[in-house]
């Protein structure tokens, strides 16, 4: 999936008045400048009728993106947006902030990675599945292993593997002090030993 953050601005973080997320980000849009307001969904059941709503809050309350061209980076017209109280920065000088993280936070607000949710939660269900079935075709159960990780405590330790957990995770067992104990590890961090 293709990104909606325009690589070629420069990125800053906006903080804005309390509960004015919104209001700033149109002011800002109104500026002329791109703006990235991130957003969560949340399921809320009612008390007294026991329905569920779904309500949309700010991800990081009172704080916003907004993309600036190079050519013009007019920090006034920004900071005299309705709503809008600063432009973070160090030693009076706003700071950029990468457009890749911009473009991180964005694809998992897309991916509902923030969301709590039933269509969240079920989306997040397939997606283990899907990592948990490319695990176990990459380390089927009896195969030998070998830690490659160097971060590891167990680093060039052999072992086997005994199971795949649902979150993708491969347990085996790996011979410690003479006798055999069951490891969990991330996927990723073992290879197929030689």
């Known amino acids: 999936m293709k990104a909606a953050i325009d690589k070629h601005n420069h990125w800053y973080v906006v903080r804005t008045n309390v509960k004015c997320e919104e209001k700033a980000s149109e002011n800002i849009r109104?500026?002329?400048?791109?703006?990235?307001?991130p957003r969560r969904r949340v399921e809320v059941k009612n008390r007294r009728?026991?329905?569920?709503?779904?309500?949309?809050?700010?991800?990081?309350p009172r704080y916003l993106f907004v993309g600036l061209p190079p050519a013009d980076r007019n920090f006034f017209k920004v900071r005299n947006g309705d709503g809008v109280e600063c432009i973070l920065g160090v030693g009076g000088r706003p700071a950029r902030i990468s457009a890749d993280h911009v473009e991180a936070i964005y694809l998992a607000e897309v991916e509902m990675?923030?969301?709590d949710t039933r269509a969240a939660r079920i989306h997040r269900k397939k997606e283990a599945r899907s990592k948990k079935a490319t695990t176990e075709t990459q380390f089927p159960k009896g195969r030998g292993i070998l830690v490659t990780d160097n971060m590891n405590p167990l680093a060039r330790f052999g072992g086997v593997v005994q199971e795949i957990t649902k979150s993708g995770r491969v347990i085996a067992l790996v011979e410690l002090f003479g006798r055999m104990t069951p490891v969990e590890f991330e996927?990723?961090?073992?290879?197929?030993a030689a």
């Open 187 to 192: 996927a990723r961090q073992l290879s197929p």
């Open 113 to 115: 990675q923030f969301d």
């Open 30 to 37: 109104k500026a002329g400048y791109d703006v990235f307001y």
């Open 49 to 60: 009728t026991h329905i569920y709503t779904t309500r949309e809050s700010a991800l990081m």
